[in-house]
């Protein structure tokens, strides 16, 4: 069975959808560069939340990652997240928010050492987020097969783009580190590697 992903090539939220169906279903990939004009009027044309991605089976469209994921898991028959890998992957996807909005603003042209209250309260969620995800990054061991699933695809995508976007400083982190390290070699992490663009 195919399924069409809509994303972009540089997204984390893509990133943890693309690794997670590696190996275990097809997706005909429809990258979409949505700072670009173009790009951003036809999403706004299938979206109503003007987000990536976005998963079509057929004429349903599953908006949001996590959705997404917990969608195809019941599909397909994959392992149910339980409640301690959701609230894992609600940390990391807040990390990953605060580190996509930073992001953006900056694209912007906002500078992101002035005095703003929102700016400043986003980037004060990061070194507690971190903090949370310190024991998670040293629990899990690349030589454990179940220890590659959703949670830990979903904290590589955000780990690796927001070091690469240099949004986190990982340096009082060593976990974090380590953690990319080691699961560099895992299967789709090479095929999904950010461009940075």
């Not at 898991?73 to 149910?80: I, L, N, V």
């Amino acid at each position: 069975m195919s399924y069409k992903l809509i994303g972009n090539l540089t997204s984390p939220y893509v990133r943890k959808i693309r690794l997670a169906c590696h190996g275990r279903v097809t997706l005909d990939f429809d990258a979409v560069n949505y700072f670009l004009p173009e790009g951003e009027a036809y999403l706004r044309s299938i979206s109503p939340i003007n987000k990536l991605p976005i998963l079509l089976d057929g004429d349903q469209k599953i908006f949001e990652s996590r959705v997404i994921y917990n969608y195809l898991s019941q599909k397909h028959g994959w392992e149910a997240l339980s409640l301690d890998d959701e609230n894992t992957i609600s940390v990391i996807d807040a990390g990953m928010e605060t580190c996509v909005n930073m992001f953006l603003f900056r694209k912007g042209g906002m500078d992101l050492e002035s005095d703003n209250w929102y700016l400043k309260r986003q980037k004060a969620r990061l070194p507690n987020i971190l903090e949370f995800l310190r024991p998670v990054m040293k629990r899990l061991d690349p030589q454990k097969p179940d220890d590659w699933a959703f949670p830990s695809m979903c904290l590589y995508s955000f780990l690796y783009w927001a070091q690469l976007r240099e949004m986190i400083d990982l340096d009082a982190f060593p976990e974090a580190i380590a953690f990319l390290e080691a699961f560099k070699d895992k299967p789709g992490v090479a095929e999904t590697t950010i461009p940075l663009v």
